[in-house]
């Protein structure tokens, strides 16, 4: 009896979110428009969690988190267990609830980054009560959500070819 064995590491996408990281967040490609950067490596995390299991997802966030903090100007590991979260869950909703196809990819980008932008924006403008908390939210959050929601359709469909190039 044969069985196939699947790709249990995501060396592919690993080499890609490295080049990204390497590209957008050391400033060697500003990708900015009137303000607003997009988080490249949140549509990665998302994509690589729907066609690999929570566990992958995981680990993969929590690499790209720990990414994004090393180069962040505080100290925190917000971005790390952000990231790490959002791995496991969207990896644990694409196994259980979602289907692996274009509007599920989009859903789950939307609903992570309304947890991620949504806590990031109680972290850092609610709760040390600075002036400004809703011109915040709708001129500097906002479209750096829309901006990184974008980049879910080619990620989604780069990441389809991959999974299925080596499955």
Request: hydrophobic residues 55%.
């Amino acid at each position: 009896m044969f069985i196939e064995k699947k790709r249990k590491v995501p060396v592919p996408e690993i080499i890609i979110a490295a080049l990204v990281y390497l590209f957008h967040y050391t400033g060697l490609i500003d990708i900015t428009i009137k303000g607003a950067s997009p988080i490249i490596l949140l549509p990665i995390t998302v994509a690589v969690a729907m066609f690999y299991d929570e566990l992958v997802g995981l680990l993969f966030g929590l690499c790209c988190g720990f990414a994004m903090d090393a180069v962040a100007a505080s100290t925190s590991v917000f971005n790390t267990i952000a990231f790490m979260l959002i791995g496991f869950i969207a990896g644990l909703l694409a196994k259980r609830i979602f289907n692996r196809n274009l509007p599920a990819a989009i859903a789950l980008t939307l609903i992570s980054e309304i947890g991620y932008f949504g806590i990031k924006w109680l972290i850092s403008v609610i709760i040390p009560d600075v002036q400004g908390k809703v011109y915040y939210l709708l001129w500097n959050l906002t479209p750096c959500a829309v901006y990184t929601l974008i980049f879910i359709i080619p990620l989604y469909f780069l990441e389809k070819r991959l999974h299925k190039q080596k499955n």
